[in-house]
């Protein structure tokens, strides 16, 4: 595997990670570290998506990572 796979690895990783959590109940969806883990793993697959010059993911890893963005500021709001 190259550095491009593995950045992509690991983005996808961090993102099922939060999923497994939220539906085994570990964490709930507004918790800050779900939020997290989505930004930073949507932010990885994006980055490798950019670098493969994949748009379709690009695009969807794009906007995961904005909505996360945006769950973050909400938060910080909150808090």
Not at 4 to 31: C, E, P, Q, R
Not at 46 to 56: K, N, T
């Amino acid at each position: 595997m190259n550095k491009t796979d593995w950045i992509g690895f690991i983005g996808v990783f961090l993102i099922l990670l939060a999923y497994i959590l939220n539906i085994t109940g570990k964490i709930k969806s507004k918790d800050l570290s779900f939020i997290l883990l989505n930004l930073l793993g949507a932010g990885l697959a994006c980055l490798a998506s950019v670098l493969m010059e994949y748009i379709p993911f690009i695009l969807l890893e794009g906007v995961w990572a904005t909505v996360s963005l945006i769950a973050l500021l909400t938060y910080k709001q909150k808090h």
